[in-house]
């Protein structure tokens, strides 16, 4: 495996989640049923009595069920089994992302967290702006940087400017994948600040 293979390879496990703790947990709870079905028929063919239900009585139950149950509640359950299904196939499907981003750099792998890109994009907007640090507020993710300014009230501030300055500073830091910058300037200026 060649060093720049072995970098890309650790970068995608530092900035994707394992779906292993999904998966374990629905292997389990399957097991689990399987296990208890399982018992059950071995106990309704040795003429036991059963743990919770047997086959023989969970079979026409679930036949007679639509004649019983209410449609509206029918619809709910099913609705519900549903969702959860959707769940877990997007579990199993979607990648999980790890709140960092990776910095490109020919020599080593650099991992950087959301929280530090948004310190430091909040202190390029602070400076641009002109502004105390009470005055920004930035939330960083995989996709995007909100910046938000409250500037002090009489004084305006450049948006684009503060935008092209934070942009700025991410380009020079390299992050892979470049987050979209936006910011939005506060209609109501702060007082005292």
């Given at each position: ?148 300014v409250h500037p002090t ?16 500073e991410l ?23």
């Amino acid at each position: 495996m060649t060093a720049d293979r072995r970098t890309r390879r650790l970068l995608r496990r530092e900035t994707h989640s394992s779906r292993s703790l999904p998966s374990i947990v629905t292997a389990t709870l399957v097991l689990v049923v399987l296990l208890w079905l399982f018992l059950e028929t071995v106990l309704s063919v040795a003429g036991a009595p059963p743990i919770l239900a047997s086959p023989v009585m969970i079979g026409p139950w679930l036949v007679d069920l639509p004649r019983q149950a209410p449609g509206a509640v029918l619809v709910v359950v099913g609705l519900l089994i549903a969702l959860l299904g959707l769940l877990v196939l997007a579990l199993a499907v979607l990648p999980g992302n790890r709140p960092r981003y990776a910095v490109a750099d020919e020599r080593s792998a650099i991992i950087v967290d959301y929280e530090v890109v948004a310190s430091a994009a909040s202190r390029v907007a602070r400076t641009a702006a002109a502004v105390s640090v009470d005055q920004v507020h930035t939330w960083a993710s995989r996709r995007s940087i909100e910046v938000q300014v409250h500037p002090t009230s009489g004084l305006p501030v450049d948006d684009e400017a503060v935008r092209r300055a934070v942009v700025g500073e991410l380009d020079a830091a390299g992050l892979e994948p470049m987050p979209a910058v936006a910011v939005t300037v506060a209609t109501r200026g702060a007082v005292g600040v």
